[in-house]
């Protein structure tokens, strides 16, 4: 068998589709999951009779089995990440800098949130040891890259003296070809 693109989209429509289903089923009283047989479960038959009026739909899924719901609805449950207020690396490494610059007069070390005007800025905490090293390595890197002085690059020896270290050299002796 052949897996195309097409193939993945159709079966993610469809597993999409079984969760919007049961999961507002699920959220109506008088219903539940039965774990041991990956189906719905229902309190009586009233309360099934009475969601199915309302909801046409679900008429299917009264003796349907589900496997793997709890991977389902791990997947395709709406509350997940969907792009706001996502950034690069690039620009929190920015707003880091411009932040330490900042706030390196302000900021009280007791305090574990900085404030910003009106707006409060992201809270930090002490025990997060990769962002304190990463924070670490970012304020080193800073501060190689902005420092005043450079060391001079090293002078290069002449000839003449790279034979004169060679001569004092002691039973070393200079052929000549």
């Not at 089995?65 to 997940?80: E, G």
């Not at 190689?144 to 290069?156: G, I, L, R």
Request: hydrophobic content about 35%.
């Amino acid at each position: 068998m052949e897996i195309t693109k097409v193939n993945i989209i159709s079966r993610s429509k469809t597993f999409d589709k079984y969760h919007a289903i049961i999961s507002k089923m699920l959220s109506q009283s008088g219903f539940g999951w039965d774990w041991d047989n990956n189906k719905i479960s229902v309190d009586s038959e009233d309360v099934w009779n009475t969601y199915v009026q309302a909801n046409k739909y679900a008429t299917s899924y009264r003796h349907k089995t589900i496997k793997f719901w709890d991977m389902i609805s791990l997947v395709y449950s709406k509350d997940r990440a969907n792009g706001a207020g996502a950034r690069t690396a690039a620009e929190s490494a920015a707003e880091m800098v411009a932040e330490n610059g900042n706030n390196s007069k302000d900021t009280d070390a007791a305090s574990s949130t900085q404030v910003d005007g009106d707006r409060k800025k992201k809270m930090y905490r002490s025990d997060d040891s990769i962002a304190s090293m990463l924070g670490e390595k970012l304020d080193n890197f800073t501060a190689a890259f902005q420092a005043d002085v450079c060391e001079p690059p090293p002078k290069h020896a002449s000839p003449e003296e790279i034979l004169a270290a060679l001569d004092a050299i002691p039973g070393w002796v200079r052929m000549m070809c």
